[in-house]
């Protein structure tokens, strides 16, 4: 039963092969006819295949996108103008403003405190910016273009600016002076037996962070000094960093599994990787803050080369994925994204960032159009 059974596939894969293209393939080739028609009536005469399909690649995608893939969008896009709006206050007070990333004039001291993790510290918080205003404007715009609504938070932009030299006074969506930094992902992706997506739970590299309330931009000129305190401030910037791009890189993979349209589909899967490249990065520029305690509130940043930290786990120039379970525990170890779950997602982005502290003073306006974003997202079913 078995062998016939598998011989009987075996027989149909060649024929399989063979088939004429199946029904959507059928319906785009319709479409395709219909598109090259006109070329063809003007006068082209032989108007080549190739013209034909690529007229058809620069024409926009003309059907409506499905609810479910408008929603799952529309969240990305809400959670890209949300990095939007800090990664440009990062940038106006220790990036480097210019024509792309354009406000601020930037804060010297805290610039400093940022290179010694990197002297290349504020090109980087810069191109992040610049990638994460790409990443909202193409999404809204992708949005609008396939007959769905996009997204605007403008209204919610009611958050006070830091006070500190070199930062626009204007309104923020978001605050960067009051986090609580969770940096577990720092021994997530260093566990080769462990996955969050399977219940397990992971050590924080700075615990600290993950219990206080911290500035990651100075508030105010005052916190331009003592050294360690403006350190600290660069410290839990650099922390942060990572905190926030490590989720983006979850994000992307984990609504995808229930995106249906094809486009939407590239579109999710393009974007989501550069999340990874960001995450890789500040990972990487995260294990350079030096170990000091912050003398005017005594936030301690650890040597993870020591004990009680250091090995596998914590050691500072492990920065590349380590192999781990996924899925099930009977599967062989497999470097990957961690987590990936696609229940409930965005919900946890939601709850995630608002436990970060990143919302702290806004509206309940705000959390309720939050949460119901968040809502018909995790609503979409493939
Ligand atoms: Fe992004
Ligand atoms: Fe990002």
């Not at 092969?17 to 009536?41: I, K, M, N």
């Not at 013209?51 to 809400?78: M, N, V, W, Y």
């Not at 577990?184 to 260093?190: A, D, G, K």
């Not at 502290?357 to 119901?372: E, N, P, R, V, W």
């Amino acid at each position: 039963m078995t062998t016939s059974a598998k011989h009987a596939s075996g027989v149909d894969a060649p024929a399989t092969l063979a088939e004429p293209p199946d029904e959507s393939q059928h319906g785009f080739s319709r479409r395709s006819l219909l598109a090259s028609g006109v070329a063809v009536g003007v006068g082209a005469g032989l108007a080549s295949f190739e013209s034909a399909a690529s007229a058809l690649a620069t024409k926009p995608a003309s059907h409506k996108l499905g609810e479910g893939d408008a929603a799952i969008l529309r969240f990305l896009a809400t959670a890209e103008i949300l990095e939007t709006d800090f990664w440009q206050q990062y940038n106006e007070l220790g990036g480097v403003q210019d024509s792309e990333v354009p406000g601020g004039s930037g804060s010297k001291r805290y610039t400093e405190a940022l290179e010694v993790l990197d002297e290349d510290m504020p090109q980087y918080i810069h191109d992040n910016t610049e990638d994460e205003f790409t990443h909202f404007t193409f999404l809204n715009a992708y949005l609008e273009s396939r007959g769905a609504e996009a997204v605007d938070l403008k209204q919610f932009a009611t958050l006070s600016s830091s006070k500190a030299t070199g930062a626009q006074q204007i309104g923020r969506l978001t605050n960067l002076m009051e986090l609580t930094v969770d940096t577990s992902w720092w021994t997530r992706y260093r566990s080769s037996s462990k996955n969050l997506d399977l219940g397990d739970s992971f050590a924080q590299a700075v615990p600290d962070l993950a219990k206080g309330s911290f500035p990651a931009i100075p508030r105010s000129d005052t916190d331009l000094a003592p050294e360690d305190h403006i350190q600290a401030i660069a410290n839990t910037a650099g922390f942060h960093f990572a905190t926030i791009e490590q989720g983006g890189t979850s994000l992307y993979p984990s609504l995808a599994q229930r995106v249906n349209d094809p486009e939407v589909l590239r579109v999710v899967l393009s974007i989501g990787p550069t999340e990874a490249m960001h995450f890789q990065t500040w990972a990487d520029k995260a294990g350079n803050a030096p170990s000091l305690t912050d003398p005017t509130n005594r936030l301690e940043f650890p040597d993870l080369n020591v004990a009680p930290f250091g090995g596998e786990e914590f050691q500072t120039n492990l920065i590349m994925p380590e192999p781990t379970v996924f899925l099930r525990k009977s599967l062989p170890i497999v470097s990957i994204v961690r987590p990936t779950n696609t229940q409930g997602i965005a919900m946890g982005v939601v709850e995630f960032l608002t436990a970060m502290g990143l919302f702290k003073g806004q509206s309940q306006d705000f959390f309720d159009a939050l949460h119901t974003l968040a809502a018909e997202a995790d609503a979409a079913k493939r």
